[in-house]
């Protein structure tokens, strides 16, 4: 007899939810168009947020995964002398966040999946539509088709990502916004994971310079706060905005990179996706028929402002600063420094980006 809830897709969000699902009582089953085992093989590194270490530590996985706490966010801008710090112990939590390999995070949560006995199969492709007999679909893998019911910004921008050594980091992550693009360094372990965003046309050459020559470049882009000595092999990812306006259907559900990609600036998107998990497991919890249209449509109501201020924010965060005009600059220097003397408002940023819309 088949599950009421199947998944396709087995990396982090897949597996998140199907164990998610199981705490709240509802059966489900995995499958993944990948061989098994395929997301622990992934190399980028990913922020989590202090809320998204909650969910995972309700999944019961947390403890399993390397992670390196974030206890200060430095923002500041090229050219500009304002700058704004925000700090866990302001915000009395452990950390703001963390900085983990995504193939760490998913080697953790398909231990817990094998623990729970949850049934997986991979090597198996299904179709837009198929059901095979489950009450609900969720789909958990792929990226945002293009569609009416798409919203979509291509920002002309892609992502330089390596890792990058120099002296000891506190802990402090540095979030650089600069007229090609932001730049950002996560502490990770012993070093710094780099994100280096540049116009695509430029992408692929950026990456292939010479370490030296890359690092110089680098070093430029974020200013003499923070020193570094040696950098590693360079990724090249193209950056853009794709969010469906509805992420249910009939008796469907679209998650993670399914139903939504964002720029990676401020590190909103694996965190939505917990969140969006979360949601979407107690909506269901314990239901006879967890596709019935009422409830999906509960979730989708449940979860629309989080997902659509997640986009916007990312998005008015890439327009407003990538750009050197003058008076604008001169407008978010002392944007940055008035927030940084207004505590409330720090709290109120700081929360957002640990919960979510609707972290107050």
């Not at 705490?23 to 998204?52: E, F, T, W």
């Not at 009450?135 to 798409?150: F, K, Q, Y």
């Not at 998107?269 to 249209?293: C, Q, V, Y």
Request: proline letters at 6%; charged letters at 20%; a positive charge.
């Amino acid at each position: 007899m088949s599950e009421p809830v199947l998944i396709v897709g087995g990396g982090p969000a897949g597996m998140a939810l199907a164990l998610a699902l199981r705490r709240n009582g509802v059966a489900s089953r995995i499958v993944d168009a990948r061989p098994r085992g395929a997301a622990q093989s992934d190399a980028r590194i990913l922020a989590l947020s202090h809320g998204s270490r909650l969910s995972l530590e309700m999944l019961g996985v947390w403890q399993d995964i390397p992670h390196t706490p974030i206890a200060t966010v430095h923002v500041s801008q090229q050219g500009s002398l304002g700058r704004t710090l925000i700090r866990a112990d302001e915000e009395g939590v452990p950390a703001l966040g963390y900085v983990l390999a995504a193939g760490a995070l998913a080697a953790a949560l398909a231990a817990a999946v094998d623990a729970a006995a949850i049934a997986w199969r991979g090597e198996t492709k299904v179709g837009p539509g198929r059901t095979a007999g489950e009450s609900l679909v969720v789909h958990a893998e792929g990226h945002v088709e293009d569609g009416p019911d798409v919203r979509r910004a291509d920002y002309g921008q892609h992502a330089v990502i390596c890792m990058a050594r120099g002296g000891a980091h506190g802990n402090i992550a540095w979030e650089r916004f600069t007229p090609a693009g932001p730049v950002a360094l996560l502490p990770c372990r012993a070093e710094y994971a780099v994100v280096l965003t540049c116009p695509a046309a430029d992408g692929a050459r950026i990456a292939a310079l010479p370490d030296a020559d890359f690092l110089a470049l680098l070093q430029a882009r974020c200013g003499p706060r923070v020193r570094l000595a040696g950098v590693g092999p360079r990724r090249v990812y193209p950056l853009g905005l794709r969010l469906r306006k509805t992420a249910v259907g009939a008796r469907a559900v679209w998650i993670g990179n399914a139903a939504q990609t964002l720029h990676p600036v401020a590190g909103q998107g694996f965190n939505l996706a917990l969140r969006d998990i979360i949601e979407l497991a107690d909506t269901l919890s314990a239901a006879a028929d967890p596709g019935d249209a009422r409830l999906l449509a509960r979730y989708a109501a449940r979860r629309r402002l989080d997902r659509y201020a997640a986009a916007g924010f990312t998005d008015a965060l890439v327009r407003l600063f990538s750009n050197d005009l003058a008076p604008l600059r001169h407008l978010r220097g002392a944007g940055l420094l008035a927030l940084d003397l207004c505590a409330p408002a720090r709290r109120f940023l700081a929360r957002r980006m640990m919960f979510g819309a609707r972290g107050w």
